[in-house]
């Protein structure tokens, strides 16, 4: 136990170290960039010093709570704790914001803007999964927009503002719906909004208005993590964006649609979930294949990748859906494991791209030989999405493919053709991967012009890529690194969630 404000400590330190970095003496980039790593890195290491001190992983209770009034005449308060739900995605947003920041080290138009818009979406990334209060949790959900926006529309592509426009349209337009979804759930049936979700998972609702809000909820997620047929800003986005942008958006902002959906959809609105999660199963299995077909037809590396992405969270959706223990911890150790991933193609898509001024596929070719710790690392991350046994992907997707086959809340004929398709899903996986990773290192390249310096990985860039790459080699040798994170709450999570006591469509099982 502690009574010193560490949370609070760690969610505003980026953001108002970011407040001083217009103070820092000299020109260019090289003070204002190990400053901001220097913060990044403190940061990191003290939220592991804390949990390390202070949380015990057997305690199913919120810990390190923290709650101060903030606005009296609405009871809104600075509320924030941690629990099995949202500490590994706490020290994953650490630590690929610090590795982002070393990513960013070529940026040198405007750095110390470019610096505080990605500590200030650090501070907003980390408040939202400390969040304890759900208007404080739309608060961190808006604050983190800003950000994104600039870092896209000033340090992005040719296309940049077009792309950074359907990101702002898409995402405030979902916020619509997140905020009257919890306007309504704080204000039924109490005299004064309750907006402490502790408070919240007891309070109860008519079968139709916990449907009307969670589906409000449900099209804010979906934006965000992104599911079909909300997903089309992700391809744009991550096209037009600075890679060290593409990390914050794969590794950590995508994350925070899928804790959405557990932290709010499941653990405030069980009944409701009940209602749509053979709906999130069924979506989550078509979103898997629909996207693995469209990223083999894309031409561009960073847009390949992306539907790599949206192909990847389905496996969330299907873990979330699945009403099972075992699913419900396979999504998030599928979050994890994408964060990771995720990260480290598009970091290896903008360092090529640093190098040959191209990320269409068919104008590269013959890297292999002229750039061997390239090619070591671009195979090992495409080995790991496509959940080579031995990496992080592998345990999570075989853990949502079990935890869907083993469901007994389902009718085994539904079980069985969810099962299907996911394992197409799988087969299709290596068949876009393999071939982007051939398009790149082998053969002749069909254009040469694009080709500006074949210079091979430097220490940076090894770093990076091996820091990412330890979690994902040790997660996927010994799971319970992660797993023991939240196992105890998503096994509580799970017995809350089974229709027992609503209707169930003809895809349950007869209870």
């Given at each position: 136990?502690?009574?010193f404000?560490?949370?609070?400590?760690?969610?505003l330190?980026?953001?108002?170290?970011?407040?001083?970095?217009?103070?820092?003496?000299?020109?260019?980039?090289?003070?204002?960039?190990?400053?901001?790593?220097?913060?990044?890195?403190?940061?990191?290491?003290?939220?592991?010093?804390?949990?390390?001190?202070y949380?015990?992983l057997?305690?199913?209770?919120?810990?390190?709570?923290e709650?101060?009034?903030?606005?009296?005449?609405?009871?809104?308060?600075?509320r924030?704790?941690?629990?099995?739900?949202?500490i590994?995605?706490?020290?994953?947003?650490?630590?690929?914001?610090?590795?982002a920041?070393?990513?960013?080290?070529?940026?040198?138009?405007?750095p110390?803007?470019?610096y505080?818009?990605?500590?200030?979406?650090y501070?907003?990334?980390?408040?939202?999964?400390?969040s304890?209060?759900?208007?404080?949790?739309?608060?961190?959900?808006?604050?983190?927009?800003?950000?994104?926006?600039?870092?896209?529309?000033?340090?992005?592509?040719?296309?940049?503002l077009?792309?950074?426009?359907?990101?702002?349209?898409?995402?405030?337009g979902?916020?619509?719906?997140?905020?009257?979804?919890?306007?309504?759930?704080?204000?039924?049936?109490?005299?004064?909004?309750?907006?402490?979700?502790?408070?919240?998972?007891?309070?109860?609702?008519?079968l139709?208005?916990?449907?009307?809000i969670?589906?409000?909820?449900?099209?804010?997620?979906?934006?965000?993590?992104?599911?079909?047929?909300?997903?089309t800003?992700?391809?744009?986005?991550?096209?037009?964006a600075?890679?060290?942008?593409?990390?914050l958006?794969?590794?950590?902002?995508?994350?925070?649609?899928?804790?959405?959906?557990?932290?709010?959809?499941?653990?405030?609105?069980?009944?409701?979930h009940?209602?749509?999660?053979?709906?999130?199963?069924?979506l989550?299995?078509?979103?898997?294949?629909?996207?693995?077909?469209?990223?083999?037809?894309?031409?561009?590396?960073?847009?390949?990748?992306?539907?790599?992405?949206?192909?990847?969270?389905?496996?969330?959706?299907?873990g979330?859906?699945?009403?099972?223990?075992?699913?419900?911890?396979?999504?998030?150790l599928?979050?994890?494991?994408?964060?990771?991933?995720?990260a480290?193609?598009?970091?290896?898509?903008?360092?090529?791209?640093?190098?040959?001024?191209?990320?269409?596929?068919r104008?590269?070719?013959?890297?292999?030989?002229?750039?061997?710790?390239?090619?070591a690392?671009?195979?090992?991350?495409?080995?790991?999405?496509?959940?080579?046994?031995?990496?992080?992907?592998?345990?999570?997707?075989?853990?949502?493919?079990?935890?869907?086959?083993?469901?007994?809340?389902y009718?085994?004929?539904?079980?069985?053709?969810?099962?299907l398709?996911?394992?197409?899903?799988?087969?299709?996986?290596p068949?876009?991967?393999?071939?982007m990773?051939?398009?790149m290192?082998?053969?002749?390249?069909?254009?040469?012009?694009y080709?500006?310096k074949?210079?091979?990985?430097?220490?940076?860039?090894?770093?990076?890529?091996g820091?990412?790459?330890?979690?994902?080699?040790?997660i996927?040798?010994?799971?319970?690194?992660?797993?023991?994170?939240?196992?105890?709450?998503?096994?509580?999570?799970?017995?809350?969630?089974?229709?027992?006591s609503?209707?169930?469509?003809?895809?349950?099982?007869?209870?």
């Amino acid at each position: 136990m502690t009574n010193f404000p560490w949370l609070t400590v760690i969610v505003l330190l980026p953001v108002f170290a970011g407040l001083l970095i217009p103070l820092l003496p000299g020109r260019g980039n090289h003070i204002v960039r190990w400053y901001a790593l220097g913060i990044c890195l403190l940061d990191l290491i003290l939220m592991t010093y804390v949990f390390g001190c202070y949380y015990s992983l057997n305690d199913l209770q919120v810990q390190l709570k923290e709650d101060y009034c903030w606005i009296e005449i609405i009871d809104f308060h600075w509320r924030l704790g941690v629990d099995g739900l949202s500490i590994g995605l706490i020290l994953l947003t650490g630590f690929v914001t610090t590795l982002a920041t070393l990513a960013a080290w070529p940026v040198t138009r405007n750095p110390r803007l470019f610096y505080f818009l990605m500590l200030a979406m650090y501070s907003g990334q980390l408040g939202l999964f400390a969040s304890q209060d759900i208007l404080l949790f739309f608060v961190m959900w808006e604050l983190e927009l800003i950000p994104v926006y600039l870092l896209l529309s000033m340090w992005g592509g040719r296309r940049r503002l077009y792309a950074a426009t359907k990101f702002i349209l898409y995402t405030a337009g979902g916020s619509i719906f997140l905020l009257a979804g919890l306007l309504t759930a704080s204000l039924w049936g109490s005299d004064v909004p309750v907006l402490d979700f502790e408070l919240l998972s007891h309070k109860t609702y008519p079968l139709g208005l916990e449907i009307l809000i969670y589906v409000g909820f449900l099209i804010a997620y979906a934006v965000k993590l992104p599911a079909f047929p909300l997903h089309t800003w992700l391809p744009d986005t991550h096209g037009e964006a600075h890679y060290s942008t593409c990390m914050l958006l794969a590794g950590i902002l995508l994350k925070m649609g899928g804790y959405g959906f557990i932290r709010v959809n499941m653990e405030l609105l069980p009944h409701a979930h009940t209602v749509f999660a053979p709906w999130l199963v069924a979506l989550g299995a078509y979103q898997i294949v629909y996207a693995a077909l469209v990223s083999f037809a894309q031409r561009n590396l960073k847009r390949r990748i992306a539907y790599s992405s949206v192909s990847h969270m389905g496996f969330v959706l299907v873990g979330i859906g699945s009403l099972s223990d075992l699913g419900l911890s396979g999504a998030m150790l599928q979050m994890i494991s994408h964060g990771l991933i995720g990260a480290s193609l598009f970091f290896l898509a903008g360092t090529s791209y640093d190098r040959t001024r191209t990320l269409i596929l068919r104008e590269m070719g013959s890297w292999a030989s002229q750039m061997p710790k390239m090619f070591a690392m671009f195979t090992t991350c495409v080995m790991a999405s496509l959940a080579l046994p031995g990496m992080s992907g592998f345990v999570s997707e075989l853990m949502v493919f079990f935890g869907m086959v083993t469901s007994i809340s389902y009718s085994p004929s539904f079980r069985a053709i969810i099962t299907l398709i996911e394992a197409i899903g799988i087969i299709l996986t290596p068949i876009y991967l393999l071939s982007m990773a051939r398009q790149m290192f082998y053969g002749s390249r069909i254009s040469a012009t694009y080709v500006l310096k074949n210079i091979d990985a430097g220490p940076r860039e090894v770093f990076v890529l091996g820091s990412l790459l330890l979690p994902m080699i040790g997660i996927g040798m010994y799971p319970n690194l992660a797993l023991s994170l939240w196992s105890a709450k998503t096994q509580a999570l799970a017995s809350l969630v089974q229709p027992t006591s609503v209707y169930p469509p003809t895809f349950y099982t007869t209870q």
